[in-house]
Structure formats: C-alpha cells, structure tokens
C-alpha cells in the first residue's frame, strides 16, 4: 500500500518571498498573518489528484512548536483545506525536532513524501523510499536518492511517475 506525506510551510502553504527562500508568516507574525498567509501557487489544483491517486492515504507531518502548530490548524480550517483536497482531518502530525519526521512516516507507512528541506528528506533515507524536495531552495544540494520537483505541477508529475512506474512492474 502506498502512502504519501507531505510537509506543509513552504509547501502547502506559500513562502513569503516570491524566490521561495523567507519562511512563512507563521514564524513571527501574528495569526491575522498567517490567516492571511496563501496557499502555495497550485496547491489546491494538484493535491487533491494526488489524495485521490493514493486513496486517501495522504499525511500531513511537520516540524512545528506549540505556538506555530495551533496557527497551521486555524490556517487549514481557515482555508477549507480538509474540505478542498480530501485529506482526513486526522491525518495530521507534528513533530518538535525535524529528524522527528521519520518515525511518523515510518509508524505510517509513508512510501512518498514532499518536503522543501533537504535535511529532512536525509532523515528519511531507508525509510521513504521516494522523495522529492519541493520548490526553490537556497542551497540547491539534493540529497542522494531525491528528485527535486520546483512547484506542484512538477511534483504531481514525479510522484505519479513512481506511481506507474510501481503500478506496472509485475506482481510477484
């Protein structure tokens, strides 16, 4: 069974910046900030085919502190996010620590999994095996084994690829 993961700042939700580097406004602004915060360009044209190649079975799994995870719930409610792609509200997870996110997707099963930080897709090498590191990055190193995918088109594309690739290799 195949489960896809996918980070949320710089993800799901724009950047500041237009080159994609400044993090969001969750950081240091104010919850009107992030309300106000968009979605990242595509997002919502290119999540909910993935959700739908995959079943349902699409976590949400980021690093975020107290203060930040309480203003990503109130900017998905307030985005309709649940509504719009057909992810579980459930399917949500935090973690404190970034090297945290690979003992969700481990207790998960994630086989795919989009984050914008090549250090997190390191923590999951052995354990996800398709990785793909989302959108401009200041220091454009990829990690051995992860397909950089610039914006969600093109991550829709990857994703899917591993999809038919696995899809049509023969049952044994």
Same mark, same amino acid.
């Given at each position: 069974m195949k489960n896809l993961g996918i980070d949320i700042g710089r993800v799901l939700i724009a950047p500041d910046a237009p080159d994609g580097r400044a993090d969001t406004s969750f950081?240091?602004?104010?919850?009107?900030?992030?309300?106000?915060?968009?979605?990242?360009?595509?997002?919502?044209?290119?999540?909910?085919?993935?959700?739908?190649?995959?079943?349902?079975?699409?976590?949400?799994?980021?690093?975020?502190?107290?203060?930040?995870?309480?203003?990503?719930? =109130?900017?998905?409610?307030? =985005? +309709?996010?649940?509504? +719009?792609?057909?992810?579980?509200?459930?399917?949500?997870?935090?973690?404190?620590?970034?090297?945290?996110?690979?003992? =969700?997707?481990?207790?998960?099963?994630?086989? =795919?999994?989009?984050?914008?930080?090549?250090?997190?897709?390191?923590?999951?090498?052995?354990?996800v095996p398709h990785r793909f590191l989302f959108g401009p990055q200041r220091k454009p190193q990829v990690p051995r084994g992860v397909v950089p995918v610039i914006d969600w088109p093109a991550a829709a594309d990857a994703v899917i690829v591993t999809l038919g690739k696995e899809l049509a290799a023969p049952l044994s």
């Open positions: 950081i240091g602004g104010t919850l009107a900030d992030a309300l106000a915060t968009p979605p990242y360009k595509g997002m919502f044209d290119f999540v909910p085919g993935l959700v739908q190649q995959f079943g349902g079975r699409v976590w949400l799994v980021s690093k975020a502190g107290p203060r930040v995870q309480e203003k990503t719930r =109130h900017w998905l409610r307030h =985005h +309709r996010f649940f509504e +719009r792609t057909g992810i579980p509200p459930d399917n949500l997870r935090f973690c404190l620590e970034r090297s945290q996110k690979a003992g =969700h997707c481990a207790a998960l099963g994630i086989t =795919h999994f989009i984050d914008d930080r090549g250090d997190v897709l390191d923590h999951l090498d052995g354990v």
